[in-house]
């Protein structure tokens, strides 16, 4: 069986990861749990510290798999990314000079794998590259393209909002609760002259509209993320399967 790495951006990633390979995906990952590189710019020496050594001692014939699911920041084409990654595997794979290249997964546009299979005298290595892409939401003006997007995306579904609405420190309408997320707290904040443009941002606004903290006061903040994507998967789990398939694709195609 591959020996199989996953490496997220940050903690968000490895919260959706890990439910989606529960609930989501129909092939079983047999990784450990996702890492965390702490930041783009950390992928580079997060892998190779962690996969050189499985292909250094690697045996001939067996193969490593890496899972990368990464940010897209304002400016930055697809591209560039797959270089990037590109790169990295070329790293690995330097003692036997080998040159890989990505080739984009069908059907999946932000979807992309790296292959060298194994042979009689050397190990292989397979990288399959995840690029956040999540839905466009109307009339928000998003910088960067994140794995947050994903979670604001489930989080205004209307069945979702509305289990918001109706808690009992709340007592409100899930329009209203929309109204002001995505609408008057930004404005206010805007016209204050304060940058409103991420993800982030709107999910902050999502924690004030709801209450959060008043109604679950031992809470940390990360909770939301799993009380949003628990209630999008019991009350609208077609939305929370169409929001997040790329994400099972990303599993299913590092084991193909």
């Not at 979702?160 to 420190?169: C, H």
């Amino acid at each position: 069986m591959n020996k199989v790495f996953v490496f997220c951006e940050g903690p968000t990633d490895q919260v959706i990861y890990a439910t989606v390979k529960e609930s989501l995906s129909q092939v079983q990952v047999p990784a450990e749990k996702p890492i965390s590189v702490g930041g783009k710019s950390n992928f580079h020496p997060r892998i190779l510290e962690t996969v050189a050594p499985e292909l250094t001692a690697g045996e001939p014939g067996s193969y490593t798999s890496i899972l990368v699911f990464r940010d897209r920041d304002a400016g930055e084409e697809p591209s560039a990314i797959q270089d990037a990654f590109a790169g990295i595997a070329r790293e690995l794979l330097r003692q036997w000079q080998l040159q890989p290249a990505f080739a984009p997964v069908q059907s999946w546009p932000n979807l992309f794998r790296l292959d060298e299979p194994p042979t009689l005298e050397r190990p292989g290595l397979c990288l399959v590259l995840h690029i956040a892409a999540p839905p466009q939401l109307e009339n928000l003006s998003l910088k960067n393209l994140t794995t947050d997007g994903y979670v604001l995306a489930l989080a205004l579904q209307d069945e979702v909002l509305e289990r918001f609405a109706v808690e009992s420190k709340v007592k409100s309408s899930s329009d209203v609760l929309r109204k002001l997320i995505t609408h008057e707290v930004p404005e206010a904040i805007s016209n204050g002259g304060i940058v409103f443009d991420e993800d982030k941002d709107y999910l902050a606004a999502y924690l004030c509209a709801a209450r959060f903290w008043t109604v679950r006061r031992a809470e940390e903040k990360e909770r939301l993320l799993h009380v949003i994507l628990d209630r999008a998967l019991r009350y609208t789990p077609e939305a929370f399967r169409c929001v997040l398939n790329s994400w099972g694709a990303a599993m299913k195609e590092v084991m193909r």
